[in-house]
C-alpha cells in the first residue's frame, strides 16, 4: 500500500514525497479514503500512529475542492489539542503537508500575545489549530467567529477532558455550523470520552489501532524498588554511569520537575524542564535543544509532554509512576516511535507499588526488577553528606478544578470563566537481559507519515 492509491491530491502526494513519505500506517490507510468521503470519524489512536498525517491529508483536499473563500476572523478548518507543544506540531505538519497549496495555517495559544493571535487570525485562515481556553478568549473579544467551519478536529479528546475543557468543548461546539464533518481522536474510550464522541458526531466510521497493550510489548521495562528521598540519587547514578541518546525523565509535579533538573545541574548533568509554569519561549528553547541532541535529557510532566515527538528518544525514565496506568503507556510509547522499540526504566517507592500493579494489570507484562547498583549506599552516604540533598517527596498536582491547566500557562484569569543503557541494561551500569541494544535510532529512513 502506498499513499497514491488512496486517492489523495497531486499537490498532497508531491508535498508527501518531499518529505520521503510513501508508506501509509494502519490508521492512515483506515481514515484517508472515509474522510475523503466526508464522513465523521471516530479514531481510537496513541501519539506516534500518524494520526496527524491521517487526518490533515484528507481534509487538506477536501478544502481545496471545496474551493470556499476564507472570510475576516474565520476558519475553514479548527484543530483543537490539549497543549501548546501538540498544537504547534499540528500547524507545522499541516503547513509542511500543504505546501503545494494555497490553504493558510495560524495557531493559536496560551503563552504568547493575545495582540498576536488576533493580528494571525484577522484576515481569515483555512486551518487554525487552536487550544480551547485562548480560543475562547479571542471569541469572547469578538476577534473570532466558528461560524464557516467545514471541519473540526478534537485531538487527544480524553488528555483535554483529563484538563478540565469538557465545558469549554461543548460551549465551542455550540457555535459551529450543525453541517459539518467532525474527527474525533482519543487515546482510550472510557464512557465520558464515548458519552462526548455520540454529542459531537453524526454516524461515524471507528477507526481503532495500536491498543494500549501494543506499545508496551516494544518497549523493554525495568523497575527499581527504592525510597523516595533516594530517587535522585538513583537518576544522577543512571545519567553518570550510563550513555543514552535522548532521555525522557517523567515526573508527577512542575516542582518537581524542577529539582530535578536543579540536582542533576549540581552533579554537573545538563537538562531541561518542560511544564506550564515555563513560558513559551522557554518551553520552545528547551524542546529544541532536546531535539537537536544539544540538551539530550528532558524532565516533563504528563501534560506538557503531549506533542513532544522527537526521534531518537532511546530512554524513558518514570522518576515517580503515574496514578493513571494509562498515562505509563503514553509514557513509555515516547521511547517506541514508529514500531521502534524502546527501553523505559521506573523507580517505584513502597507507596507506588499500587500503581505498578495497576500498570501491570493493564499492559498485561510483569516488569522486570532491576536491583539497586551494587555501589548504591556508599554514593548515597556520601551525597548526605555533601551539600547537595536528596528530592524530597512530592504531592500529586491538583486536578483540573485547582490551580491553572497546564496548556494555558502564564495568562491573565477570564472574569466571565469562573537503563539498559548502552548495552548494559539497569541503572547503575551492571549486566541485565542482554541481547538488543538501544531502542530509539535516530529517527532516519523514515517512509511514513508519523506525525
Do not use: W
Amino acid at each position: 500500500m502506498t499513499f497514491s492509491k488512496l486517492g489523495l491530491s497531486k499537490a498532497v502526494l508531491d508535498a508527501l514525497a518531499a518529505k520521503n513519505y510513501d508508506t501509509p500506517t494502519p490508521i492512515q490507510q483506515q481514515a484517508i479514503p472515509t474522510l475523503l468521503d466526508g464522513q465523521d470519524l471516530l479514531g481510537i489512536a496513541q501519539t506516534g500512529t500518524g494520526k496527524t498525517a491521517a487526518f490533515m491529508l484528507p481534509s487538506i483536499d477536501n478544502l481545496v475542492k471545496a474551493n470556499e473563500r476564507r472570510k475576516p476572523m474565520r476558519c475553514r478548518m479548527l484543530v483543537l489539542a490539549p497543549t501548546r507543544e501538540l498544537a504547534s506540531q499540528i500547524a507545522d505538519s499541516a503547513r509542511d503537508y500543504a505546501k503545494f497549496t494555497k490553504l493558510t495555517v495560524a495557531t493559536v495559544f496560551g503563552g504568547v500575545p493575545i495582540a498576536r493571535n488576533r493580528r494571525d487570525t484577522s484576515a481569515g485562515v483555512d486551518i487554525l489549530v487552536a487550544t480551547p481556553g485562548r480560543l475562547m478568549d479571542l471569541i469572547e473579544q469578538r476577534c473570532m467567529s466558528l461560524s464557516d467551519v467545514e471541519i473540526l478536529v478534537l485531538d487527544e479528546a480524553d488528555q483535554m477532558l483529563d484538563l478540565g475543557f469538557i465545558h469549554t468543548l461543548k460551549k465551542i461546539v455550540t457555535m459551529l455550523p450543525q453541517s459539518r464533518q467532525t474527527l474525533f481522536f482519543s487515546a482510550t474510550m472510557p464512557s465520558s470520552i464515548r458519552e462526548l464522541a455520540d454529542k459531537f458526531l453524526t454516524d461515524p466510521a471507528e477507526v481503532r489501532v495500536a491498543p494500549a497493550s501494543t506499545t508496551a510489548e516494544r518497549v523493554d521495562q525495568f523497575v527499581t524498588f527504592i525510597n523516595q528521598a533516594e530517587k535522585q540519587i538513583l537518576l544522577t547514578m543512571f545519567f553518570q554511569n550510563n550513555k543514552i541518546d535522548r532521555a525522557l525523565v517523567f515526573t508527577r509535579t512542575k516542582h518537581g520537575a524542577d529539582r530535578v533538573v536543579k540536582l542533576l545541574a549540581s552533579n554537573g548533568i545538563a537538562s531541561n524542564a518542560i511544564h506550564g509554569n515555563k513560558s513559551q519561549p522557554q518551553r520552545e528553547k528547551a524542546l529544541a535543544e532536546f531535539r537537536a541532541g544539544k540538551v539530550p535529557i528532558m524532565v516533563a510532566t504528563d501534560i506538557a509532554a503531549r506533542g513532544i515527538d522527537v526521534s531518537g528518544v532511546s530512554h524513558v525514565v518514570n522518576f515517580e509512576l503515574p496514578n493513571v496506568a494509562e498515562q505509563y503507556v503514553h509514557r513509555i510509547g515516547r521511547t517506541a516511535r514508529a514500531g521502534a522499540d524502546g527501553i523505559a526504566f521506573a523507580f517505584c517507592a513502597d507507596d507506588e507499588r499500587p500503581y505498578l500493579k495497576s500498570i501491570e494489570k493493564l499492559t498485561r507484562q510483569k516488569i522486570d526488577v532491576v536491583p539497586l547498583p551494587a555501589n548504591f549506599q556508599a554514593e548515597a552516604e556520601r551525597v548526605k553528606s555533601s551539600r547537595v540533598g536528596p528530592i524530597p517527596a512530592e504531592r500529586p498536582d491538583r486536578g483540573p478544578r485547582g490551580g491553572r491547566r497546564e496548556e494555558q500557562g502564564p495568562r491573565r484569569p477570564r472574569a466571565t470563566h469562573s537503563a539498559k543503557p548502552a548495552g548494559q541494561g539497569r541503572p547503575g551500569g551492571g549486566r541485565g537481559r542482554g541481547g538488543r541494544g538501544r531502542g530509539g535510532g535516530g529517527g532516519g529512513g523514515r517512509t511514513s507519515a508519523q506525525a
